[in-house]
């Protein structure tokens, strides 16, 4: 393997793959509802901007967002 290869391997691991609201519904288990209640109360991650009208969240962010959850379940 090139070192160009394994740079161009590692970047690819880097990028972070969107996810949209079906999607993060699926993975939370919380309602279309919930998740923007969440958002208007800072409890919940934001989306970020990916077309004129569409957003997605990070899924990292979403990780993240489940990870608080059950290290503060276990506290």
């Known amino acids: 393997m ?3 290869t394994q740079t161009a391997q590692t970047d690819h691991q880097q ?3 969107m996810l949209r609201r079906k999607e993060v519904e699926q993975i939370t288990a919380r309602s279309r509802s919930a998740i923007y209640e969440g958002m208007a ?5 934001k989306p970020v901007k990916i077309g004129a009208r569409a957003v997605a969240w990070p899924e990292s ?15």
């Open 2 to 4: 090139t070192a160009q």
């Open 41 to 45: 109360a800072g409890t919940f991650p």
């Open 61 to 75: 962010s979403i990780r993240n967002w489940i990870a608080e959850r059950m290290e503060g379940g276990r506290a």
């Open 15 to 17: 990028l972070d793959r």
